[in-house]
């Protein structure tokens, strides 16, 4: 017999030999003969672990000859094709193969097919694809389980086999007799190749280096599979069978390499922290639940307890790496896992431990290859999906370990889409191995060992988990290839039904879906900008999308019928339970944590879209499935806060949190999220509006937005939640979601068909696109694999009715464009819905983008010359089960607000823009169109009653409450507003939703406790909040929290607030009459159409009022309001004959976004301006008189010209923005482009002359000691050692080092068109040069760099003739007056006290300054935080822009004109800024410079008795500081003088 090195020859020889004993009577012996020779050619010291690379061909030619039984091996290979019974192609590939997709032949949504087949079917017309593979796949031609028959290619469409002969018996007799240790041999070198590590896994090279070594046995298996399907069957019996791998691989014998093998086999199993049954079962761990269905997680509440028995390695493995996330991982009990799918493995064939060592090797490619192609014969692909599946827990510790998780996922997905595709054996694997428990178990536990302690809303006291986003596992999408596995199985009908009826699956997978709910908590930064911006939203949004809503959109796509209601109602019911365990979890009872806001909120989103579901397809009755009132209450709360959040960052209030934040909100809405985000927070809410109190509602959703304060009559109000500036765009906000949630129908009614036009239109409207990208950015089901856009078939078709196609055209570089498509005029004319577009915009520019098309297209088509409105588009009927959510559109809160916003916006009120007159109108047509019946009304009515604010409306329709006169109303307001003065009549209405007397005991209440509620929205909300959950009146009534943010005022300065009564008579249709008049700029110039024509009442929808502006939407609002009331057109003619309304100024010029307003309001500025004047000239007066010798005459005659001509040289700027002139006022400043920057020039000049050399050595300094900024350093802490500190920072100036500089370029614009400047410059994504976000920006005309804008002075330059007069006084008069002057509070024209928008903008000037140096510049008092700080800070910056100036003309300030450097001086205003910032400090008298130089000295000796520091002697102080310190702090104006 032949040795393991025999020759070619020989091996061929006694492999013949071997065969034909085999086949004889000595079969036994042969056998026996066979098993002994591939033990020495195949064991492992002479494989691939010892003899190298030639013992490994050795054997493998020793295999090839014995399963060819001698013959040549071609010849065996081609005889075993012949025997070829597959149906099925099987072609696998690997990454980056090129691949086709067919979905009309596709029964899965994975199906692929390789091109030779592709090419070979029948796919013309079909809806295909080529694709590149991303992880692998293999070719389904021929599994009718996958696709369709139709589609199968030409070679693989034989049904039967039953033209393949048999397979004659000793063909593969000596396979059968070989591969068994063949196989063995190769688990045996994967096993001697394997060491278990102490800590960490075996180091790649090591485990690179076995499989190289492995790599031609490996590739010998596959091609062995490549011959068909007579040998796979061979393989699959070898590799199946229990007999096989009991006689070869138990250990058990005198084979001593064997045992040592099964030692080492045993080893791997425990360091993977899995054993056999009988192993856990003498632990101790049959505890378990029989049932694998009953999985519930046990007690979130519970959660933070330590898990107690028998952690897993990579438990602690993980456990041990807590440095990922900042805040200490939590960790479940372990009663969260069953411990029969987690960590028991028992093995029973060789191709269940070979997929162990697969797995433990991290699948590598070649092993990957070979088990799938095997997959053609059905026995094996049994048999290995249920192997997969029993390995699956382990798959998932494995790859969490893994440092190269990215590969490894995209093979274990190349190999489970193949086994999970097929629906029959996905049912199979389900019903005998429990494939949805494993799932949803190894899901579970996977992401339990990134949890950490939840911070929404109740800090401290939270029981709730959520999944740390800064986790690997997260930030990596480790999670994927189980979570794709999920998603394929759940598109199978039978599994997802089995899983829908499971309950205890149900309640494991809401508690799955809740550690997602509120993951990625952002809070609000008030005061720091946030030092790290962390990029974790990328994966809490990625996690949502693909953990949870992308098996949601699976489970739904099985909810179509009405035979599916039961599911719908467990889902809801499971979704219910875990909302309301998470609400507990949280302490939440019904106020959201301020400054909070997540965007995840999966739960609410399961729950909206089955509603959805359950109403659209399944006709359930909506009220049968919904919760309690209590229960709406708390759902709505979350998504509000959603829709409030977004309005906060696109105002900037959240500008500290960074980019991040605005890339959330803006991922929110984004075309492939919001279908799973917004959509279905928008329906809840509207859900819960149908349900819930109206009233209630719309107070929530006022107060959610913080601008209950601004909804007052009163001419002032003082918001307590929101500062002044954030306010107009929080209204625009607040108003613009409930036009959205008013007229959204996507799931209220709307078809598929409908839902595309419509975004296919607001798309199209927005820009021209083309055909890609706009399959793009139409929202489709989010479920990648269902392959199934909705509406798709009718895709083409829809684009085809709505869009003209614009051909490529070349340009004249050469380069071509691309074909577009551009929407059709009878779209801009019909179908354009902006309220669509605003929903849709990611960026809102691209709003305004929509409004230019649409204006463009009404000039050319001639149907609207000017500036149009966005157009009111008629609304798609509600389902009957939404019909409540009209009551919105009919409640006396929404009406209220309504009515005051109207009336401010007429009075010219601050804060209120056009889009906010916009919205009110819009919702004002909304009610109209959408009125309830007559008697519902009338109901209403009579039940008024019980309800509160009767005194604004006696009824709930808008259509009759819009001719309702109200008379007075009590304001809140300020000691110093006009309303103050009027005398209260007997009757008046609240201007609050109260009027009964208990109501107005609780708004006195309410007053007495200084909030400025002119609604009472709060306490009412709160009032029915009470009503339905009966929680006692302290919960109820909460106070409201004061507002944080600091601000400029001298002590005592806040106006208190009191109660006056405006005279109002007015209704909501006089005020739209006379906002008509405001608008056209005319008297009268409303009057009712139906006068001239009739017909118009029968016919009101006239195609002149479909497009237009303001003036447009007014007439056709109240043509309406005439059609649906008799009454109202009475009314309104009343109306027209008797109102007169005020003449209106003229336009100064065609600005057409600039309502003609603006100068009536700067008139009533100027007279506030010359009245402050006018008193100011009469206590200056009073003074001179005093001041100069009673015989000059010319004093008096020089006053009483200056007085008579104080208003006519008043000083004219004009804005570069939007070209107007005009003089700075304090409602409407305007202000000096600057640039503030920090600068140490002053520091280093020098006392010497000598040119500075470069040191040479260590001891030489570039600066030396004798530098200003030195010597000053020196002073000021010389004085400090001798010296009171607050008497020494009164002595020196600081700013040599770190000194303000201010320098402008000389181009002035105003404070409003500067924000709305800095808006579009936040909205353009062009790349900029400078951080808009930190202030930066381009002056609009010279294009100079600059960062803040001061604001400029308004007042006249006659005043400073008044000062030049001599007097002839003497002296210690004199020197009393200024002393007297002193003591009095500055006579300043901006009133600290008020809050005048100049004022505001020289708080927010004196900001910027103090930021653009640093702290330690800032920072000179031995008490840090020292008022004496910020008054040493602001003389020292005039002189720092002082001494510079002087560098800049040559040493000489009274030369020069401008500067010799060609930048213009901003001198003037920066003291009129600095000035009054430091009137705002009373000096003491006892410190006063100006008594210290004007009174004698005291005596020494009463100085001594003190033990304090002394102060710093006059003689020893800087001339120039005190000086600066007497002209910035005088009682009067500082004005520029003639050379300056």
Same mark, same amino acid.
């Given at each position: 017999?032949?040795?393991?090195?025999?020759?070619?020859?020989?091996?061929?020889?006694?492999?013949?030999?071997?065969?034909?004993?085999?086949?004889?009577?000595?079969?036994?012996?042969?056998?026996?003969?066979?098993?002994?020779?591939?033990?020495?050619?195949?064991?492992?010291?002479?494989?691939?672990?010892?003899?190298?690379?030639?013992?490994?061909?050795?054997?493998?030619?020793?295999?090839? $000859?014995?399963?060819?039984?001698?013959?040549?091996?071609?010849?065996?290979?081609?005889?075993?094709?012949?025997?070829?019974?597959?149906?099925?192609?099987?072609?696998?590939?690997?990454?980056?193969?090129?691949?086709?997709?067919?979905?009309?032949?596709?029964?899965?949504?994975?199906?692929?097919?390789?091109?030779?087949?592709?090419?070979?079917?029948?796919?013309?017309?079909?809806?295909?694809?080529?694709?590149?593979?991303?992880?692998?796949?293999?070719?389904?031609?021929?599994?009718?389980?996958?696709?369709?028959?139709?589609?199968?290619?030409?070679?693989?469409?034989?049904?039967?086999?039953?033209?393949?002969?048999?397979?004659?018996?000793?063909?593969?007799?000596?396979?059968?007799?070989?591969?068994?240790?063949?196989?063995?041999?190769?688990?045996?070198?994967?096993?001697?190749?394997?060491?278990?590590?102490?800590?960490?896994?075996?180091?790649?090279?090591?485990?690179?280096?076995?499989?190289?070594?492995?790599?031609?046995?490996?590739?010998?298996?596959?091609?062995?599979?490549?011959?068909?399907?007579?040998?796979? &069957?061979?393989?699959?019996?070898?590799?199946?069978?229990?007999?096989?791998?009991?006689?070869?691989?138990?250990?058990?014998?005198?084979?001593?390499?064997?045992?040592?093998?099964?030692?080492?086999?045993?080893?791997?199993?425990?360091?993977?922290?899995?054993?056999?049954?009988?192993?856990?079962?003498?632990?101790?761990?049959?505890?378990?639940?029989?049932?694998?269905?009953?999985?519930?997680?046990?007690?979130?509440?519970?959660?933070?307890?330590?898990?107690?028995?028998?952690?897993?390695?990579?438990?602690?493995?993980?456990?041990?790496?807590?440095?990922?996330?900042?805040?200490?991982?939590?960790?479940?009990?372990?009663?969260?896992?069953?411990?029969?799918?987690?960590?028991?493995?028992?093995?029973?064939?060789?191709?269940?431990?070979?997929?162990?060592?697969?797995?433990?090797?991290?699948?590598?490619?070649?092993?990957?290859?070979?088990?799938?192609?095997?997959?053609?014969?059905?026995?094996?692909?049994?048999?290995?999906?249920?192997?997969?599946?029993?390995?699956?827990?382990?798959?998932?510790?494995?790859?969490?370990?893994?440092?190269?998780?990215?590969?490894?996922?995209?093979?274990?997905?190349?190999?489970?889409?193949?086994?999970?595709?097929?629906?029959?054996?996905?049912?199979?694997?389900?019903?005998?191995?429990?494939?949805?428990?494993?799932?949803?178990?190894?899901?579970?536990?996977?992401?339990?060992?990134?949890?950490?302690?939840?911070?929404?809303?109740?800090?401290?006291?939270?029981?709730?988990?959520?999944?740390?986003?800064?986790?690997?596992?997260?930030?990596?999408?480790?999670?994927?290839?189980?979570?794709?596995?999920?998603?394929?199985?759940?598109?199978?009908?039978?599994?997802?039904?089995?899983?829908?009826?499971?309950?205890?699956?149900?309640?494991?997978?809401?508690?799955?879906?809740?550690?997602?709910?509120?993951?990625?908590?952002?809070?609000?930064?008030?005061?720091?900008?946030?030092?790290?911006?962390?990029?974790?939203?990328?994966?809490?949004?990625?996690?949502?999308?693909?953990? $949870?809503?992308?098996?949601?959109?699976?489970?739904?796509?099985?909810?179509?019928?009405?035979?599916?209601?039961?599911?719908?109602?467990?889902?809801?019911?499971?979704?219910?339970?875990?909302?309301?365990?998470?609400?507990?979890?949280?302490?939440?009872?019904?106020?959201?944590?301020?400054?909070?806001?997540?965007?995840?909120?999966?739960?609410?989103?399961?729950?909206?879209?089955?509603?959805?579901?359950?109403?659209?397809?399944?006709?359930?009755?909506?009220?049968?499935?919904?919760?309690?009132?209590?229960?709406?209450?708390?759902?709505?709360?979350?998504?509000?806060?959603?829709?409030?959040?977004?309005?906060?960052?696109?105002?900037?209030?959240?500008?500290?949190?960074?980019?991040?934040?605005?890339?959330?909100?803006?991922?929110?809405?984004?075309?492939?999220?919001?279908?799973?985000?917004?959509?279905?927070?928008?329906?809840?809410?509207?859900?819960?509006?149908?349900?819930?109190?109206?009233?209630?509602?719309?107070?929530?959703?006022?107060?959610?937005?913080?601008?209950?304060?601004?909804?007052?009559?009163?001419?002032?109000?003082?918001?307590?939640?929101?500062?002044?500036?954030?306010?107009?765009?929080?209204?625009?906000?607040?108003?613009?979601?409930?036009?959205?949630?008013?007229?959204?129908?996507?799931?209220?009614?709307?078809?598929?068909?409908?839902?595309?036009?419509?975004?296919?239109?607001?798309?199209? $409207?927005?820009?021209?696109?083309?055909?890609?990208?706009?399959?793009?950015?139409?929202?489709?089901?989010?479920?990648?694999?269902?392959?199934?856009?909705?509406?798709?078939? &009718?895709?083409?078709?829809?684009?085809?009715?709505?869009?003209?196609?614009?051909?490529?055209?070349?340009?004249?570089?050469?380069?071509?464009?691309?074909?577009?498509?551009?929407?059709?005029?009878?779209?801009?004319?019909?179908?354009?819905?902006?309220?669509?577009?605003?929903?849709?915009?990611?960026?809102?520019?691209?709003?305004?983008?929509?409004?230019?098309?649409?204006?463009?297209?009404?000039?050319?088509?001639?149907?609207?010359?000017?500036?149009?409105?966005?157009?009111?588009?008629?609304?798609?009927?509600?389902?009957?089960?939404?019909?409540?959510?009209?009551?919105?559109?009919?409640?006396?809160?929404?009406?209220?607000?309504?009515?005051?916003?109207?009336?401010?916006?007429?009075?010219?009120?601050?804060?209120?823009?056009?889009?906010?007159?916009?919205?009110?109108?819009?919702?004002?047509?909304?009610?109209?169109?959408?009125?309830?019946?007559?008697?519902?009304?009338?109901?209403?009515?009579?039940?008024?009653?019980?309800?509160?604010?009767?005194?604004?409306?006696?009824?709930?329709?808008?259509?009759?409450?819009?001719?309702?006169?109200?008379?007075?109303?009590?304001?809140?307001?300020?000691?110093?507003?006009?309303?103050?003065?009027?005398?209260?009549?007997?009757?008046?209405?609240?201007?609050?939703?109260?009027?009964?007397?208990?109501?107005?005991?609780?708004?006195?209440?309410?007053?007495?406790?200084?909030?400025?509620?002119?609604?009472?929205?709060?306490?009412?909300?709160?009032?029915?909040?009470?009503?339905?959950?009966?929680?006692?009146?302290?919960?109820?009534?909460?106070?409201?929290?004061?507002?944080?943010?600091?601000?400029?005022?001298?002590?005592?300065?806040?106006?208190?607030?009191?109660?006056?009564?405006?005279?109002?008579?007015?209704?909501?249709?006089?005020?739209?009459?006379?906002?008509?008049?405001?608008?056209?700029?005319?008297?009268?110039?409303?009057?009712?159409?139906?006068?001239?024509?009739?017909?118009?009442?029968?016919?009101?929808?006239?195609?002149?009022?479909?497009?237009?502006?303001?003036?447009?939407?007014?007439?056709?609002?109240?043509?309406?309001?005439?059609?649906?009331?008799?009454?109202?057109?009475?009314?309104?003619?009343?109306?027209?004959?008797?109102?007169?309304?005020?003449?209106?100024?003229?336009?100064?010029?065609?600005?057409?976004?600039?309502?003609?307003?603006?100068?009536?309001?700067?008139?009533?500025?100027?007279?506030?301006?010359?009245?402050?004047?006018?008193?100011?000239?009469?206590?200056?007066?009073?003074?001179?008189?005093?001041?100069?010798?009673?015989?000059?005459?010319?004093?008096?005659?020089?006053?009483?010209?200056?007085?008579?001509?104080?208003?006519?040289?008043?000083?004219?700027?004009?804005?570069?923005?939007?070209?107007?002139?005009?003089?700075?006022?304090?409602?409407?400043?305007?202000?000096?482009?600057?640039?503030?920057?920090?600068?140490?020039?002053?520091?280093?000049?020098?006392?010497?002359?000598?040119?500075?050399?470069?040191?040479?050595?260590?001891?030489?300094?570039?600066?030396?000691?004798?530098?200003?900024?030195?010597?000053?350093?020196?002073?000021?802490?010389?004085?400090?050692?001798?010296?009171?500190?607050?008497?020494?920072?009164?002595?020196?100036?600081?700013?040599?080092?770190?000194?303000?500089?201010?320098?402008?370029?000389?181009?002035?614009?105003?404070?409003?068109?500067?924000?709305?400047?800095?808006?579009?410059?936040?909205?353009?994504?062009?790349?900029?040069?400078?951080?808009?976000?930190?202030?930066?920006?381009?002056?609009?005309? $010279?294009?100079?760099?600059?960062?803040?804008?001061?604001?400029?002075?308004?007042?006249?330059?006659?005043?400073?003739?008044?000062?030049?007069?001599?007097?002839?006084?003497?002296?210690?008069?004199?020197?009393?007056?200024?002393?007297?002057?002193?003591?009095?509070?500055?006579?300043?024209?901006?009133?600290?006290?008020?809050?005048?928008?100049?004022?505001?903008?020289?708080?927010?000037?004196?900001?910027?300054?103090?930021?653009?140096?640093?702290?330690?510049?800032?920072?000179?008092?031995?008490?840090?935080?020292?008022?004496?700080?910020?008054?040493?800070?602001?003389?020292?910056?005039?002189?720092?822009?002082?001494?510079?100036?002087?560098?800049?003309?040559?040493?000489?300030?009274?030369?020069?004109?401008?500067?010799?450097?060609?930048?213009?001086?901003?001198?003037?205003?920066?003291?009129?800024?600095?000035?009054?910032?430091?009137?705002?400090?009373?000096?003491?008298?006892?410190?006063?410079?100006?008594?210290?130089?004007?009174?004698?000295?005291?005596?020494?000796?009463?100085?001594?008795?003190?033990?304090?520091?002394?102060?710093?002697?006059?003689?020893?102080?800087?001339?120039?500081?005190?000086?600066?310190?007497?002209?910035?702090?005088?009682?009067?104006?500082?004005?520029?003088?003639?050379?300056?």
């Amino acid at each position: 017999m032949a040795g393991a090195g025999a020759s070619g020859r020989d091996k061929r020889a006694t492999a013949a030999h071997l065969k034909t004993a085999l086949g004889s009577e000595s079969g036994a012996a042969a056998a026996s003969e066979l098993r002994a020779l591939l033990e020495r050619v195949l064991a492992p010291a002479a494989g691939p672990g010892g003899g190298g690379g030639e013992a490994a061909a050795e054997a493998l030619e020793w295999c090839r $000859c014995l399963l060819s039984g001698g013959e040549a091996w071609d010849s065996f290979v081609q005889a075993v094709r012949a025997y070829d019974p597959a149906t099925l192609c099987g072609l696998v590939w690997t990454a980056n193969f090129v691949a086709y997709r067919c979905r009309t032949c596709g029964i899965s949504p994975c199906m692929s097919l390789c091109a030779e087949c592709f090419h070979q079917g029948e796919h013309a017309g079909h809806d295909y694809n080529m694709f590149r593979s991303q992880a692998g796949g293999a070719c389904d031609c021929g599994d009718s389980n996958v696709m369709r028959e139709a589609g199968f290619c030409k070679r693989h469409r034989i049904k039967s086999n039953s033209n393949v002969p048999c397979v004659p018996k000793d063909l593969l007799m000596m396979s059968e007799l070989v591969l068994p240790q063949f196989i063995f041999s190769l688990i045996q070198h994967l096993r001697e190749g394997y060491n278990e590590p102490a800590l960490d896994l075996p180091s790649e090279k090591d485990l690179h280096k076995i499989l190289q070594v492995l790599e031609p046995h490996v590739s010998f298996l596959e091609d062995l599979t490549k011959m068909g399907g007579a040998m796979r &069957s061979v393989l699959t019996q070898v590799l199946t069978s229990q007999q096989f791998y009991k006689d070869l691989s138990s250990g058990v014998g005198e084979n001593a390499c064997a045992k040592k093998s099964h030692e080492k086999y045993l080893i791997a199993l425990k360091g993977s922290g899995l054993a056999f049954p009988e192993d856990k079962l003498a632990c101790g761990m049959q505890e378990q639940g029989a049932g694998t269905s009953t999985l519930a997680v046990q007690g979130l509440a519970g959660a933070t307890a330590t898990s107690g028995q028998g952690d897993s390695s990579d438990e602690e493995d993980q456990d041990g790496s807590q440095g990922v996330g900042k805040r200490k991982r939590v960790k479940l009990s372990s009663t969260t896992k069953d411990q029969s799918i987690m960590d028991v493995l028992k093995h029973k064939c060789f191709l269940e431990e070979l997929l162990f060592w697969t797995i433990k090797y991290e699948f590598p490619q070649k092993m990957v290859t070979f088990l799938l192609n095997m997959l053609p014969d059905q026995d094996y692909k049994i048999a290995f999906t249920k192997t997969f599946v029993q390995h699956y827990a382990f798959i998932m510790k494995t790859l969490k370990k893994s440092h190269e998780s990215d590969t490894m996922s995209n093979r274990i997905v190349h190999i489970s889409v193949q086994l999970f595709s097929n629906e029959e054996l996905a049912r199979q694997v389900t019903e005998e191995c429990q494939l949805l428990d494993i799932m949803v178990t190894v899901l579970l536990y996977m992401m339990e060992s990134c949890l950490i302690k939840s911070e929404l809303q109740d800090e401290e006291n939270s029981l709730h988990v959520v999944v740390n986003c800064g986790e690997a596992l997260l930030k990596n999408n480790t999670y994927w290839p189980l979570v794709s596995d999920f998603i394929n199985i759940l598109s199978h009908q039978s599994v997802a039904k089995k899983f829908l009826e499971d309950h205890g699956l149900l309640v494991t997978w809401m508690n799955f879906v809740s550690f997602f709910q509120g993951m990625n908590l952002n809070k609000r930064e008030l005061n720091e900008h946030v030092e790290f911006e962390s990029q974790t939203y990328y994966a809490a949004f990625a996690a949502e999308l693909e953990a $949870c809503a992308q098996p949601m959109w699976g489970l739904l796509s099985h909810c179509k019928v009405r035979e599916t209601q039961e599911y719908t109602r467990n889902v809801v019911r499971y979704c219910l339970e875990a909302l309301q365990d998470w609400f507990d979890a949280i302490n939440f009872v019904d106020e959201p944590a301020p400054n909070q806001v997540t965007f995840h909120l999966p739960l609410h989103r399961y729950f909206a879209m089955f509603l959805s579901k359950a109403v659209k397809c399944q006709e359930l009755d909506l009220d049968t499935i919904l919760p309690d009132q209590e229960m709406l209450m708390k759902l709505m709360i979350h998504p509000l806060q959603i829709q409030a959040s977004l309005s906060e960052i696109h105002s900037n209030m959240w500008v500290r949190n960074g980019l991040q934040i605005k890339g959330q909100a803006m991922t929110y809405v984004q075309s492939h999220f919001c279908n799973s985000m917004i959509d279905p927070d928008i329906y809840l809410l509207q859900v819960c509006a149908s349900r819930l109190d109206p009233d209630y509602f719309i107070s929530s959703v006022f107060e959610r937005f913080k601008v209950v304060d601004l909804l007052t009559m009163a001419s002032q109000h003082q918001n307590t939640v929101l500062d002044s500036e954030h306010e107009r765009s929080m209204l625009e906000g607040a108003l613009t979601f409930l036009v959205l949630l008013l007229s959204l129908r996507l799931h209220l009614g709307m078809t598929d068909d409908e839902i595309l036009r419509a975004e296919m239109v607001a798309q199209l $409207c927005m820009n021209d696109r083309t055909h890609s990208s706009l399959l793009d950015l139409i929202p489709e089901n989010p479920n990648p694999k269902s392959g199934i856009i909705p509406g798709s078939l &009718s895709f083409e078709s829809v684009l085809s009715a709505v869009a003209d196609f614009k051909a490529p055209v070349f340009e004249p570089g050469g380069s071509m464009q691309q074909g577009m498509y551009t929407p059709k005029a009878e779209v801009w004319d019909k179908e354009f819905d902006p309220v669509m577009v605003i929903l849709r915009t990611v960026y809102r520019r691209d709003v305004q983008s929509a409004m230019d098309r649409y204006t463009a297209f009404l000039k050319q088509s001639g149907k609207f010359p000017g500036n149009p409105w966005p157009p009111y588009k008629k609304r798609t009927p509600l389902h009957p089960s939404y019909k409540g959510l009209i009551k919105l559109l009919h409640c006396k809160t929404l009406h209220i607000v309504l009515f005051t916003l109207l009336y401010k916006i007429l009075m010219d009120h601050q804060n209120l823009s056009e889009h906010v007159l916009c919205m009110v109108l819009y919702l004002i047509e909304l009610g109209l169109e959408n009125s309830p019946e007559q008697e519902s009304d009338e109901e209403e009515s009579a039940g008024g009653q019980e309800r509160c604010h009767d005194s604004w409306f006696p009824g709930s329709n808008l259509v009759s409450n819009m001719r309702h006169f109200i008379n007075y109303v009590r304001v809140r307001v300020p000691e110093t507003a006009p309303e103050v003065k009027r005398e209260p009549p007997a009757s008046t209405s609240s201007d609050g939703l109260a009027s009964s007397q208990s109501s107005r005991r609780k708004s006195l209440q309410r007053e007495n406790s200084g909030t400025a509620q002119v609604f009472s929205l709060v306490a009412e909300r709160r009032k029915k909040f009470q009503e339905i959950i009966n929680r006692n009146t302290s919960e109820a009534n909460q106070v409201v929290r004061p507002k944080t943010s600091m601000k400029w005022s001298a002590p005592g300065a806040t106006p208190q607030l009191t109660t006056a009564i405006l005279e109002v008579k007015e209704s909501i249709l006089s005020l739209l009459i006379k906002l008509h008049h405001k608008l056209s700029g005319k008297q009268n110039s409303y009057y009712p159409p139906w006068l001239d024509d009739v017909d118009v009442l029968i016919h009101p929808e006239i195609p002149r009022y479909s497009h237009g502006d303001g003036m447009t939407a007014v007439e056709r609002i109240l043509l309406k309001a005439a059609v649906q009331s008799r009454l109202n057109k009475r009314i309104i003619e009343e109306i027209c004959r008797k109102v007169t309304p005020p003449v209106p100024p003229k336009k100064i010029s065609s600005a057409e976004k600039k309502t003609l307003d603006k100068e009536e309001r700067r008139q009533k500025a100027r007279e506030r301006q010359q009245k402050l004047l006018a008193e100011f000239a009469s206590r200056q007066k009073s003074f001179m008189e005093t001041a100069m010798d009673v015989e000059s005459p010319d004093a008096d005659i020089a006053m009483e010209v200056a007085t008579s001509e104080q208003h006519v040289s008043e000083a004219i700027y004009d804005c570069v923005i939007c070209g107007q002139s005009g003089p700075s006022t304090e409602d409407r400043p305007t202000g000096l482009v600057v640039l503030l920057q920090a600068s140490s020039v002053l520091g280093q000049c020098c006392n010497s002359t000598e040119p500075k050399k470069l040191p040479t050595t260590e001891e030489e300094q570039i600066y030396p000691w004798d530098t200003c900024a030195a010597l000053h350093d020196v002073r000021l802490t010389t004085l400090q050692r001798y010296f009171k500190d607050s008497s020494c920072l009164q002595a020196v100036s600081i700013g040599w080092e770190g000194g303000v500089y201010v320098q402008t370029c000389g181009h002035t614009l105003h404070i409003d068109c500067h924000k709305s400047y800095m808006e579009s410059l936040r909205n353009d994504q062009v790349l900029q040069g400078f951080s808009v976000d930190k202030g930066e920006f381009t002056c609009p005309l $010279c294009r100079q760099f600059a960062n803040s804008v001061l604001p400029c002075y308004p007042g006249n330059d006659v005043e400073r003739s008044l000062w030049q007069s001599h007097s002839n006084k003497c002296m210690q008069d004199l020197v009393q007056e200024v002393e007297d002057l002193q003591e009095q509070l500055g006579t300043f024209p901006v009133s600290i006290s008020s809050e005048t928008n100049l004022s505001k903008e020289m708080e927010s000037v004196m900001k910027d300054i103090k930021s653009t140096t640093q702290k330690k510049y800032t920072d000179y008092s031995k008490s840090p935080g020292s008022p004496d700080n910020d008054f040493l800070f602001m003389y020292s910056v005039a002189r720092t822009n002082l001494e510079l100036e002087l560098v800049h003309r040559g040493g000489n300030l009274c030369s020069g004109g401008a500067s010799t450097a060609g930048k213009r001086s901003c001198l003037n205003q920066l003291f009129h800024v600095l000035a009054m910032h430091m009137r705002l400090y009373s000096i003491d008298s006892a410190y006063n410079p100006w008594r210290k130089l004007t009174q004698p000295m005291q005596d020494k000796n009463s100085e001594l008795v003190s033990e304090e520091l002394p102060e710093v002697p006059v003689l020893y102080r800087d001339v120039s500081s005190l000086l600066l310190i007497q002209i910035l702090t005088m009682p009067q104006p500082l004005h520029k003088g003639p050379r300056c």
